[in-house]
C-alpha cells in the first residue's frame, strides 16, 4: 500500500491585478513505505508548496491527497492529531524553525504535549530517546538554539519532527542554508533514521548530489509540473527529458561513463502567471524545440518500466 498517493494537484495563488500564479498545476505521484521520493527543480517551480499541502499549511484547490488511505482533503477531527503526528516536516532554516525563547527540551516535547501526552515521565524518556537517536545526549536539554551549532540545530528540526513516530516525513531543503561542513553529517542521519524506523521521505532539494545519495525515486519539476520520473538511477544516469540533462549538466554529480550530454539553461523560467494550455512549457529555453512544442502540452508516457517522461522526442501523441 502506498503511504501516500496524490492526484492532480493544483494550487494557484491570486496576485495583484487579478492574475494567478499557478503554484502547483497537476502533480501525481506515490510514496511506498520506506520510501525517499526526491523532488527537484529550479526555484520557484512549485516544490514547497507541494510539501506544505501534504502537511496541510496550504489549501490545494483541486486533486487528492490519501495518506494510507485517509483523503488528507477531508478529515475527521477525531483523526486530526493522529495525521499530524504522522506527518511532519523538517524546515529549511534550522535557526529560524526553532523557537529561540524555549529550550531544546521544550522545542522537541512540544508535538507531543500538542498530540495529548501530560505524563513528565514519559515525555522526558522520550525526548532523551530521540536526542539520543540524533546522536546528542542530555547535556542538551536545557540549551537554547542560539547556544548551538547549526549542525546541532538542525538535528533539533529533525528531533522535534522524529519525537512522534512519524510516518511520512516531508524534508524541505533540510541541507540548504547549512554550512558544507553539517551537510554530510545530517544526509547521513536522515538515512540513519529512516533505516531505523522505516518512515518514509519527501526530499526536497537542489542539491542533486545529496538527493542522488538520500533517494529511491527522483520527480523532476518545471512550472508546476512533474516533467520526468523514475528511480534515482534512471532519472540521473539515464534522463531523458531535456530539462532534466540540464539540471544535470549544471551539477558536480559524477558521470564515470562520461555519457552525459552537456548542456545549460538559456534564460529565466517563465512567468508562472496564466501559463498557456496549449504548449509544452519548456519551450522558450529548450534545445530541441520543434514546431509540433509550440502547439500542444507533451503527456507524461512510460518510456521504462518506472520511468516517465514528458516531451515530443519521445511521445509523439
Ligand atoms: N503564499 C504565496 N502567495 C503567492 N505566491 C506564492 C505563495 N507561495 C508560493 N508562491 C509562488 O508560487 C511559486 C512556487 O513557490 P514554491 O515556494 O513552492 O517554489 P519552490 O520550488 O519551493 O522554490 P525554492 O526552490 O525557491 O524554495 C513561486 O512563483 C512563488 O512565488
Ligand atoms: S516537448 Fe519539445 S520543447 Fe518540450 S522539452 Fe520536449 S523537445 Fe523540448
Ligand atoms: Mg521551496
Redesign the pocket.
Known sequence: MDVLKIDNLH?R???KGGHK????NGISFSIQPGETLGLV????????????MIVRL?IPDEGEIVFENQDLRRVKKKDDMRLRREIQIVF?DPYGSLNPRKKVYDIIAEPMRLGGEKDKVQLKNKVINILKMVELDESYLDKYPIQLTQGEQQRIGVARAFVTDPKLVVL??PTSLLDIRFRGEIVLLLKKLQEETGCSYLF?S?DLNIVYQLSHRVAV?YL?RIVEEGSAEQVFRNSKHPYTKALLSATLLPDPEQKREEFFLKGEVPS?LDLPENQCDFVSRCPFANESCKKKRPKPLQIEEGHTVSCFLYNEQ
Open positions: 494550487k495563488f491570486p496576485v500564479i499557478c503554484a502547483v527543480g529550479e526555484s520557484g517551480c512549485g516544490k514547497s508548496t507541494v510539501g506544505r496550504t529549511q524541505d531543503e526536497i537542489h519539476m508546476g508562472p
